[in-house]
Structure formats: structure tokens, C-alpha cells
């Protein structure tokens, strides 16, 4: 019973992290139909980004953990959310007529650049960093159950960001403009739309949570390296188009159901707990064959 | 300002997509408070016309003025934001948001929700329909009433100039009929309106003054009682 608690915990935490990855490939795909495929390594240089502001603040003396972690936070969330507005800037917009493969490979490339740069020009970049334990190493203990503070700080945190994602979508004045902007970009101009601005904001605001996705991941195995991005993008790809691209509720379906899917593959499953992320993509392929556009497909739910 | 400075002035303007010239030397005026309209057969460049004032289609020369100001080129977001408002071709309303959003998206630009709220009562007492209907998706409305939501959606930016592009295509006589007289109504509050159609009887009717464009130049252009007499008109436009 303890260890299946751990690993519905663990699950529960996997899943938030893709979620939170896969509904930025949502919000640009929905916005711009583009596939951006540095995102993974853009969440890479946010958890780069928060590393080094916590490194920051404890030079400065701010040794207070709390204060470390705000540091984190506020540096990677404005470090990616800049990053990832300059590349719909200056990459993609330019390349907005050109065919949708030639993004592709564009930000593939810029991907492989993030992460050679981290690799080559960050202080011994090539090499794992231990991410600082920021938050409370206690736990609580129901009976034969030990819930990590920490663990479960991360969780509330995440879903936190995903309700938060959700209102501002369907409550605000900016989430009904990228809305429009998803469905019908030149009658959202009409409607006196400042559409660069959306779609600037829509990219710095994927990023800005694929960087909370980076730090959680950070503050939950306690490492971060330059290669974190492959992994964690692809993954929060798959979790978009499993749900339906272009569909914010699918994509955070897919990234829970990701994670179930390793937890299955790495519990129940006969075979070394190493062949999870083989099962789960193998499942991943299986699921695209019998639903091509997704298990909660474009038509029948809100575009974004 | 003065009372006879144009609510839209253009001149010398020439458009084209890529390298096909659509709009050749067009000059026109739209003065405030009338309902100027525009006819042309199928391909005239009508929608061309508006999507260069709109600034989704920019022209490569001429001038293009709303109240004296000149906005040729000029991003949308600006165009809009100097008090113009389009009801599109064809409605384009966003399907899967609800009527009260795409009405809302109509004011996007203005922001006091107490103004909203109140040019919301206003179209809603235009159309009582779209009270009642305010949280279905506006793409499972009928044609008809997603010719009231994109109406309604052009009155709620309050624009000075409504730009109106074929309102009755597509719809039964009787909306039809209903449609002139609400645009009648809407220049009678002291809106200026540009009328593009090609239903030239029941649009002389209600206009105040007009022109023709025919492959992309203007061949016509008066009073709307000139263009009811004017022999050169029946010929451009029927001939
Ligand atoms: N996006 C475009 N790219 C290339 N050519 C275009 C484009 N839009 C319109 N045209 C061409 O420009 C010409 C004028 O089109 P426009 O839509 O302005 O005509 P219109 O007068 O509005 O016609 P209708 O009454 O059928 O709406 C047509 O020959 C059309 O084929
Ligand atoms: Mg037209």
C-alpha cells in the first residue's frame, strides 16, 4: 500500500510536469498552427535560469530557502517568458508564410542550439547540476503512507498554474483575444486585435510555464542537466497530440495519462522498470493509430 | 475637425495581391452621418477596397483618410482604434465562441466593463434573439441570426465609421428587408456607413450618395438620386 501511494504520488507529479509542457504545444499550435520544437529546451534554459538566480541569491546572502526559491521562480518564468517571445519574434513570425515543416526543422535547430550553448558556454555545462533543495524536506505520515511536503507542494503548485492557465483562457479580456486569434486571426485584427502582441504574449506565456515545469522538475529530483529539454519536449509533445492538438484540456489529459502509462509500464508490467518510457511510447503509438486526431478531437471542443 | 471634413477620403489608390492589380486609381468620399455605398458586380473589388482601408490588404499607393487623418497602411489594431468597425463579408463569426463573445470582441478596444455592459443592452434590445441565445456558440446559430451577432458585434465597438460588406448576401427577403432598415436606423443615430452591396435598388433606396467600381476602377459616383438616373451607371453596372 506505501509503495503504490508512492507511485501514485509520483505519477501525479510526472503527469503535472508534461501538462504543463504539453499546454504550451497547445497554446502555439493553436494560436499560430505551428509545431515549436525547441520548446523542451526552452524549459531546459528556464530551469538553467532558475538554478543560477538561486546560486544568485545565496551569494548575495540571502540564504533564507523561501527567498532562494522566489529568485528561482521570477527569474526563470521572466528569463523564458522573454526567450520564448523573442523566438516567435525574430524566428517564427518571419517564417509564419513559409511551409509548416520549414518551423519545424527552424526551431528543431534552435533547440540543438539552446542546448549545445547551455552545454558549451555555462560553467561546466556539460555536466548534471545539483539542483538546491528549496523546499521543506519534512513529511507527514499517514499510518504506513510518508507524504513528502515537498512532493506534494510541487503537485498543488502545478495544478495551480493549470487552473490558473484555465481561467485566464476563458475569464479574461487576453484569454477571449488568443481565442479569437486561434480561430480566425484575421477577424480577430478586425475586431481591433493587436495581433503580433497576442501571439508575442501566447509564446512568452507557454514558456513561462514550460519553465515552472523545469524548476518543479529541478526541486523534485534534485538535478537538472542540458539534456532535460529531449526528453520532457517530446514527452509533452506526445501528451498534446494524444490529446487532440489545438485543445487545452487534452493536452493536460494527455500529460496525466503519459505519466500513468510510465507508472503502469514501470509497476505492473513484468518486465525492469527501465523499459517504462518504451511501454508508454509504445502505448503512444498504439493510441495514434486508433485515434488519429486524438482522444478528444478538434471539432467537437474549443479550439485553445 | 469641421463638419465638412470626410469621414473616409480616398485617393489615388492602388491595390493589388502580389503582383495582380485589383484597384486602379480609386477616389472616393464618405461623408459623416450618410450611408455611402458601393456597387460592383462579382470581383469588382469591393472586399479589396475595404481590406485596404482595414489595413489587412495595404495599398501600394494612394491616401486613405478617416476624418482627415491619414491611416493608408497602417496596422488594423490603429485602423480600428481612430473609430472604424467592419461587419465582414460573409459574417465571419468565431464559431465556437458564444454570441456574447463575439459581441464582446466587438469592443475589444474599450475598457470600461460599465460601457460593455451597456452597449451590450443596446444590441440586445436591437435584437432580442441574441439576448436569449447569448451562450450558444454563434457557429450553431442560424444564418440569420449570425447576421445579427456580426451587426450587433460592429455596434459594440461604437465606431464612428461602420464599414458594412454585403449584408444581405445569403439572406431571405424578409431579413433582407429588416437588415436595410437597421442600417437605416444605425446612420440615423449620426453613424456614418459605408455600404458595399450589389442589390442596387434596395441600396439606393436607403443610401445617400454612391459609386460604381468595375474592374477595379470607379466608373460611377454621386447622389444617390444621380445614380438612380444616371444612364451611365445602368450601363456600367447592368451592361
Ligand atoms: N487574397 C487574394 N489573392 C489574390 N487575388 C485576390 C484575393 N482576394 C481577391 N482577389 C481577386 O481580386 C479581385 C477582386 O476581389 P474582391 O473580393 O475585392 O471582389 P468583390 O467586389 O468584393 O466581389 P464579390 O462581390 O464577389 O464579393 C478578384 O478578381 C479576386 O479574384
Ligand atoms: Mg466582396
Redesign the interface.
Known sequence: MDLFGQYVINGLMLGTIYALVAVGFTLFFGVLDVIKFSHGDVLMVGAFTGFTAAAGAAALGLSHPALQLAATVVFALAGTALLGAVIAKWLILPLKNAPRLNILLATLMLGTALRESVRLFYPDGSNPKAFPALLPTSAWQFGQFTLRVDSTILVVTGILVIVGLHLLINRT?LG??I??VA??E??????????TLIVLVTFALGSGIAAVAGVMDGLYYNEINFGMGLLLGLIGFSAAIIGGLGNLYGAILGGFLFAALQMIGAVALPFASAYKDVFAFAVVIALMAWKPTGLIPERAS??V | MDAQTPAIEISGLHTAYDKADVLIDVSLVAKPGEITCLLGSNGAGKTTLIRSILGLTPPHAGSIKIFGEEIAGEQTHKVIARGVACIPEGRKMFPKLTVVENLRLGAYQEPSEAEIRHRLAEVYETFPRLAERRNQLAGTMSGGEQAMVSIGRGLMGKPRVLIIDEPSLGLSPLYVKENFRIIEGIRDKGLTVFLVEQNVHQTLAIADAGYVLSGGRLVAGGTAAELKSNAEFHAAYFG
Open positions: 479580456r477571449l483575444a481565442r479569437a480561430q480566425d484575421e477577424t480577430a485584427r478586425t475586431m481591433g486585435i493587436n495581433y474549443d479550439r
